[in-house]
């Protein structure tokens, strides 16, 4: 299954889940796809140049002078091979699914990408984050996958639900507007 998350810090413990190997998520199906589709415009497409090279341009106010010519070389590749290698696991038939928190980010990538996986006959999920966790015994507020970082996700992934179709054409069209 594609797991599929719009910021790095969930993208991150995705990864750490599947180094542990505790929570059936493979290395090569993760998708990082840092848009930041909450901030910009948001005309062009989600493959346009400007969207694909977003984050790396956001990222550009922490480069000293000498290293925003290098930056550019690459701008907006890492964004590119995730939407590369998301087209290929696609193509061979492989559910996705879509973690989902209440950040802005996360809202707009499941609009954008449920607009996207339309034009696909994949099986989609998602799995939303808790608000809170308990841990040693107090309650604590999760804003967001983020908060996980560094925890085995197993438990939660019984929170995964299948999107269907009219659900998704319904956020498709949130993203149009």
Known sequence: ?????????????????????????AEEEIISLELMLDFGFLEGGLESHYRMG????????YYEEDEIES???????????AM????GLLSKGKSVRIWLDDTPNAV???????????????????????RCIKDEGAWYLAPGWGT??????????????????????????????
Request: proline content about 2%.
């Open 1 to 25: 299954m594609i797991e599929l998350a719009f910021e790095g810090s969930t993208g991150g413990n995705l990864y750490y889940n599947a180094a542990i190997g505790t929570s059936g998520i």
């Open 54 to 61: 977003y984050a790396d341009y956001h990222y550009f106010a």
């Open 71 to 81: 930056a550019l070389a690459g701008f907006g590749d890492e964004n590119r091979q």
């Open 84 to 87: 590369e290698q998301l087209k």
């Open 108 to 130: 707009c990538g499941l609009y954008a990408m449920s607009a996207f996986l339309l034009d696909y006959d994949n099986e989609v999920y998602v799995i939303q984050a808790p």
């Open 148 to 177: 996980f970082n560094g925890i085995p996700v197993d438990d939660l992934l019984l929170r995964t639900r299948k999107l269907e179709r009219g659900e998704m054409t319904k956020y498709a069209e949130y993203w149009e507007k």
